[in-house]
């Protein structure tokens, strides 16, 4: 692997490619009552629905139109989450591929009343799929990497995606094998 993307995967013939900066952002979102699980902590599945937000705004920003929820891995939890904590969603295109991308996402926590930093609260990789007004996928942008975290994250996205082919393939490959030998699921 290279340090950087190959000029090949970054442009396509069709849509011009898109720096990592074009379509960053950062979505912030204080802690109620309401967001609260039985342990009186932020529930995990509020920070979740932060992340796939805020990733899925990078997502259509990036593509320049509709993108959905493909997959989440890795989600992690490092901390948690209180009442009163300002929670800040960070996210980016790591890759692109035809048409899906996979879009890294930090989430920090900070509490509303002090000045002290946020500190890193979880983090996540969403794989989104472009796709046009008949839900069919559409092509996207490659994204261009510009500094050296974004090509680090672009290469480490990499892996991930190879991965998560494999991890398919085995699956099927193991649940065909399973029907050949009488097997039902």
Do not use: C
Request: aromatic share 4%; glycine share 8%.
């Amino acid at each position: 692997m290279t340090d950087q993307a190959p000029a090949a995967a970054m442009e396509s013939p069709d849509i011009p490619g898109k720096p990592t900066s074009a379509s960053r952002t950062t979505l912030s979102h204080i802690m109620t009552h309401n967001d609260t699980n039985l342990l009186g902590t932020v529930h995990g599945g509020v920070i979740m629905k932060l992340v796939d937000d805020a990733a899925g705004a990078v997502a259509g920003r990036h593509s320049g139109g509709p993108a959905v929820t493909a997959s989440m891995d890795e989600m992690a939890f490092l901390e948690p989450v209180r009442v009163g904590d300002l929670v800040h969603v960070k996210a980016q295109v790591n890759w692109t591929g035809r048409t899906s991308m996979e879009v890294g996402v930090r989430v920090l926590a900070e509490r509303w009343n002090e000045s002290a930093p946020a500190t890193q609260v979880g983090s996540a990789y969403l794989v989104f799929a472009a796709v046009d007004a008949d839900g069919k996928p559409r092509r996207v942008p490659q994204v261009m990497p510009e500094t050296e975290r974004d090509r680090r994250r672009y290469q480490e996205a990499q892996i991930r995606r190879a991965h998560r082919l494999a991890r398919r393939r085995a699956i099927v490959e193991l649940r065909e094998k399973r029907v050949a030998e009488g097997f039902e699921d």
